[in-house]
């Protein structure tokens, strides 16, 4: 259910827990109110997960950084 809301209404979603319930309620009938703060939160959590940068952005920025380091002459004693 949260994934069809976030690929149906991807702009009115974000990481803020309290917003993502107002949207909810909104837009969808839930009964249970401990149904519905899991399936905000869980909005939550993939809304993280997808503005996260992939591990590999991550090690290949960390090497452009060593890489530039190194030219600058900020890498160390080379001999």
């Known amino acids: 259910m949260a994934r069809n809301l976030i690929e ?5 979603f974000t990481t803020n827990y309290d917003k993502n319930k107002e949207e909810m309620d909104k837009l ?7 149904i519905r703060n899991m399936i905000a ?9 997808k ?4 591990r590999a952005e991550i ?4 090497k452009e950084k060593d890489t ?3 030219r600058r002459g900020r890498g160390g004693k080379r001999y």
């Open 8 to 12: 149906d209404f991807p702009d009115r």
């Open 28 to 34: 969808v009938t839930v009964e249970s109110k401990k």
């Open 41 to 49: 939160g869980y909005i939550v959590h993939v809304m993280r997960t």
């Open 51 to 54: 503005n996260r940068p992939k």
């Open 59 to 62: 090690a290949f920025q960390t």
């Open 68 to 70: 530039r380091r190194i």
